[in-house]
């Protein structure tokens, strides 16, 4: 039995098919003599299930007081719910801190990820005092934190097959589930911060109808994956030299351990079907830049490489030490590991093809544009294009599901009419400024766009505009 620390609703033991469809499209919320939504310790709760380490960890230390959540039997295949196999999708409440001051409109937030849950946000936003006045609700995207587990099957391709159905599309299902339980017709405001806010642009397109106003920090969309990528890279050029201004010594650092791996060399990790050759290994360290505030511990880290090439490793040693050194990093289980089963979340991105491809053809432009590659300390596509994994292409059908490119979210706007307000950092090298500036221009005037000078991907918690702009339409 679990503390008491997080309230869980108890109940029956099944939701059956038709329960699930009344909740989609009948049932409201309850609320208490003040008028403050109470469902949360009312709803009957489905079957239960097997909860992740990590979960349990958390429910029994919530970082925020006075947390809720529930859980809710969903189809794990919205295209064919009658033959569906139904999983659990969580989603934790932290209501007003300040209940006399309550904002009224519930919001709803999505993190980042994909493949990422959504407790480090709840630490964050929760403590957060610019956010005391919101009844906030985080949703563990399906088969993340307090959710059911992804599909893994023995098969590679298998998992590919079934992590179809976990992507964005299917999150906003689930999450009008959610919103319709508790507030009925009453739209909500959805906040997203990067993959989230690729699942607020995704949401105006297939549920307006659940929005009261969207927000979206770290995200961007283009007409054309591959220019998305070029001027990504572009911006990851222009904050990694502000990084190396900072940290001169860092730069050397990477250059010389990359110098220590011949590229002809491949290392195999535990993944299946999975390796990665070449000094390009040590690019995987870009994934420490985007958030700006934390670059101290960036150097900290780059520093231990320092303190190896010190040590006067061989170049097999070194090679496989920054294997594992990589994999610390967690960008490359991200990718291929933790990220197998929501790959189909980049189709927002890649547009259907290959991401692979779209790397590698952006790399093409620049030079044929006249920039050296070379030269570029750290470029996670040359980290993609050298890794080698025997199923990737049969990645390039699952991305279309959810496929989305700036102007299908520019014909939504000009639709629904919703307030939509974009942010950016300008030291945010994992989804830069230079990505925003097509949309920034082609979206109608329901949409406004706000870059921040002095922050990076953190600057959804960081910047308290954000708050008052919550508040504020």
Known sequence: MLPNLLKRTQ?????????????INSCGSQTDSQGNNSILEQITSPTPFVKSKECLEFLNHPPVANLTYQTFLVPENWDDIASSK???VTVIRRPPINPASAFAIPVVFFNGGPGSDSHSSISILGKNKNYDDFDLYFI????TGCSESPPVESDPIKTINRSAFYGASSIIKDAEVIRKTYFKDKPWRIFGQSFGGLIVYKYLMLAPEGVDAAFVHGMSLQSNPRAWTENRLLGLKRVQEEYFKKYPEDKKTITVAKSLINAKQCYQSSIKDFEICG????????????FSNAWGATHKTISELDAVISAKMGPMSFGLFSLGFALKTQFLPQI?????PFIA??????SGADIVDICQNAMERLEVRGFNLQDWTLMDC????NMNVTWRRDLKNLTKRDDMVLPQLKTAQNKNNIRLNIYSGAFDSAVPEETFREMSRALPNNTSYTSFPNSGHEGYYSEPKIAEDLKSY
């Not at 000094?279 to 985007?290: E, G, N, R, T, Y």
């Not at 979340?345 to 890649?350: E, K, P």
């Open 336 to 340: 291929y590991k933790q990220v197998t």
């Open 140 to 143: 563990d995207q399906r088969g």
């Open 279 to 290: 000094p390009s290994i040590i690019d995987s360290l870009f994934s420490l830049l985007p």
């Open 11 to 23: 109940g029956i033991s099944v939701i059956s098919l038709l329960s699930v469809i009344y909740l």
């Open 382 to 385: 040359r980290l993609l294009v």
């Open 345 to 350: 979340a980049l189709g927002n991105i890649s």
């Open 86 to 88: 139904f999983i659990h």
